[in-house]
Nanobody, 123 residues
Framework: QVRLVESGGGSVQSGGSLRLSCAVS????????MGWFRQAPGKEREGVAS???????GYADSVKGRFTISRDNATNTADLQMNNLKPEDTAMYSC?????????????????WGQGTQVTVSS
């Protein structure tokens, strides 16, 4: 059974930092594409960052230079370091895994999803 569990969400003030972590089990993690997505109330799900099996990364324009995605194939984890957070970053953040060859921010290429962790940024 594939399982993705996120941790590290919380509430911070504008300009603060948070680090999200996604633990993956029951999946061939080392060959997978990993992604972080977010969804705010009343908005569509948005791809935030993605990393492929070789470590190549891609980011949404809205987070470039502020967020960094990384992965550790030894521990089957994928982290999202978020710096200089803004109120518009407030959302439920979810990690996802899939077999896409490369990185992608499109949800349809991800087969497995975590339950999500809430990030709230106050001004």
């Amino acid at each position: 059974q594939v399982r993705l569990v996120e941790s590290g969400g919380g509430s911070v003030q504008s300009g603060g930092s948070l680090r999200l972590s996604c633990a993956v089990s029951g999946y061939t993690y080392s060959s997978s594409c990993m992604g972080w997505f977010r969804q705010a109330p009343g908005k569509e799900r948005e791809g935030v960052a993605s990393i492929d099996s070789d470590g190549s990364t891609g980011y949404a324009d809205s987070v470039k230079g502020r967020f960094t995605i990384s992965r550790d194939n030894a521990t089957n984890t994928a982290d999202l370091q978020m710096n200089n957070l803004k109120p518009e970053d407030t959302a439920m953040y979810s990690c996802a895994a899939g077999g896409y060859l490369g990185w992608t921010l499109l949800p349809r290429y991800f087969n497995y999803w975590g339950q999500g962790t809430q990030v709230t940024v106050s001004s």
